[in-house]
């Protein structure tokens, strides 16, 4: 049997023995309660196991001593030495498992790629505009940002540094930004690299629809206003050449 069974089957001899000799005929309840850290701080131990039978404390157990302490008198009055000694020896077991198991989980998480989502967004002030390539919710944290144009990668000098900052969720986030002539926008492209691409990305700003359609209706507003005018003005004139 492996060790991850046999502290099962202690605890279950252990709660029969105190049913047995105490003569009850109620049921009771027992499960114990596994805690670790990766690093020792705060006063926490890199693993603790609990036992509890009906939400009583009877036995505790930590990784810095390795060894079985009874938290109640009948723990200590009712089991033998040899139980005690096999119940020790199954913590400790469970110390290793937990151990191994934790370090796996932690490996495999460090271990995972999250590719970024990428966009780039436009911005006019009354001086400049601005391009800013935006890397989102990726993971690990190096990542390759750069800008390139016409399909050319340019000179670092030429845009702002890049700027990472963490997610609550473990996730970064970085950005870099260019100012750029304006109506030249779609010379420019963001090229970002990161280990959680198959192949570098490259985005482009792209105006949104619902831009393009509010400039098309100032614009036709604008053709209609000159052509009224136009009319109105060669109305006017013509009167004046029959007067």
């Given amino acids: 049997m492996g060790p ?8 279950l001899m252990l709660l029969q023995t105190a049913v047995l000799q105490g003569r009850l005929l109620r049921s009771h309840s027992l499960h114990y309660l596994f805690m670790g850290a990766s690093e020792q701080d705060l006063g926490l131990s890199l693993f603790e196991a609990l036992g509890y039978v009906d939400d009583q404390l009877f036995v505790f157990y930590d990784d810095e001593s390795r060894r079985v302490e009874p938290r109640t008198p009948w723990v200590s009055s009712r089991i033998s030495s040899q139980m005690w000694l096999q119940l020790s020896q199954s913590l400790k077991g469970w110390d290793h498992m937990f151990t191994v198991d934790f370090w796996t989980i932690m490996e495999n998480h460090n271990h995972s790629k999250v590719p970024p989502l990428v966009k780039v967004t436009h911005h006019v002030t009354s001086s400049v505009t601005t391009l800013r390539c ?5 993971y690990p944290q190096n990542i390759t940002m750069k800008w390139l144009k016409d399909k050319q990668p340019m000179d ?3 845009f702002e540094p890049k700027d990472v900052l963490p997610n609550g969720d473990g996730t970064y986030q970085g950005w870099i930004t260019l100012a750029v002539p ?5 010379r420019y492209t963001c090229q970002v690299e990161h280990p959680g691409l198959d192949q570098p990305l490259i985005v482009i700003w792209e105006p949104s629809p ?3 359609l509010v400039i098309g209706v100032i614009s036709g507003i604008a053709v209609f206003v ?4 136009i009319g109105i003005l060669f109305i ?3 009167k004046r050449q029959g007067s």
Avoid: C, D, H, W
Wanted: no cysteine; net charge positive.
């Fill in 182 to 186: 304006p109506g030249e926008e779609q």
């Fill in 4 to 11: 991850r069974a046999r502290p099962a089957l202690l605890l």
């Fill in 156 to 158: 670092a000098k030429e």
């Fill in 226 to 229: 000159v052509i009224l005018f």
């Fill in 236 to 238: 006017i004139l013509r």
């Fill in 210 to 212: 619902s831009g393009t």
């Fill in 134 to 138: 935006r890397a989102l919710n990726y």
